[in-house]
């Protein structure tokens, strides 16, 4: 009889913080309602630049106001992601600089008791067999073959 192994979801994950996901779910939205307000206002521009007493100043001024909402959406764009790098940047100061300096005392602490091992334990040892051998060599040498 074959018994299937079957995968579970890993219950000691984060879950975000409420805080989190009210402000993810009012980003959202508040980018859903200005896409769909600026869809309403190109719908309009192009419905009234069809209309056949259209004349070029008009055309013009259209052309201006989109170009005036496209620089409003890359100023939103760089704020965006101005925000972005200012969270970076406080993630790496406060979560992964502590994590590093903790990681290196870590290791300094390692190497000296690496260190420490060495002298005060393998040289030693070391000394102790190298006089062994010495000694063994001595007995073998003034001891008579049979």
Same mark, same amino acid.
């Given at each position: 009889m074959d018994t299937?192994?079957?995968? #579970?979801?890993?219950? #000691?994950?984060e879950l975000p913080a409420p805080e989190d996901t009210r402000n993810q779910r009012g980003l959202v939205v508040g980018l859903v309602i200005g896409g769909i307000?600026?869809?309403?206002?190109i719908v309009g521009a192009v419905f009234l630049l069809l209309r056949p007493s259209t004349d070029t100043a008009r055309v013009r001024d259209v052309f201006i106001i989109f170009?005036?909402?496209?620089?409003?959406?890359?100023?939103?764009?760089?704020?965006?992601?101005?925000?972005?790098?200012a969270r970076l940047i406080n993630l790496l100061q406060n979560e992964i600089k502590p994590i590093m300096d903790s990681t290196n005392e870590t290791v300094s602490t390692l190497r000296g008791t690496t260190q420490f091992l060495s002298d005060n334990l393998v040289e030693?040892?070391?000394?102790l067999n190298e006089y062994l051998a010495g000694?063994?060599?001595?007995?073998?040498?003034v001891r008579p073959k049979k």
């Amino acid at each position: 009889m074959d018994t299937e192994i079957i995968p #579970t979801q890993d219950l #000691t994950e984060e879950l975000p913080a409420p805080e989190d996901t009210r402000n993810q779910r009012g980003l959202v939205v508040g980018l859903v309602i200005g896409g769909i307000a600026l869809l309403a206002v190109i719908v309009g521009a192009v419905f009234l630049l069809l209309r056949p007493s259209t004349d070029t100043a008009r055309v013009r001024d259209v052309f201006i106001i989109f170009m005036a909402l496209e620089s409003i959406v890359i100023g939103l764009a760089l704020v965006i992601l101005l925000v972005q790098l200012a969270r970076l940047i406080n993630l790496l100061q406060n979560e992964i600089k502590p994590i590093m300096d903790s990681t290196n005392e870590t290791v300094s602490t390692l190497r000296g008791t690496t260190q420490f091992l060495s002298d005060n334990l393998v040289e030693p040892v070391m000394k102790l067999n190298e006089y062994l051998a010495g000694f063994g060599h001595l007995i073998r040498f003034v001891r008579p073959k049979k």
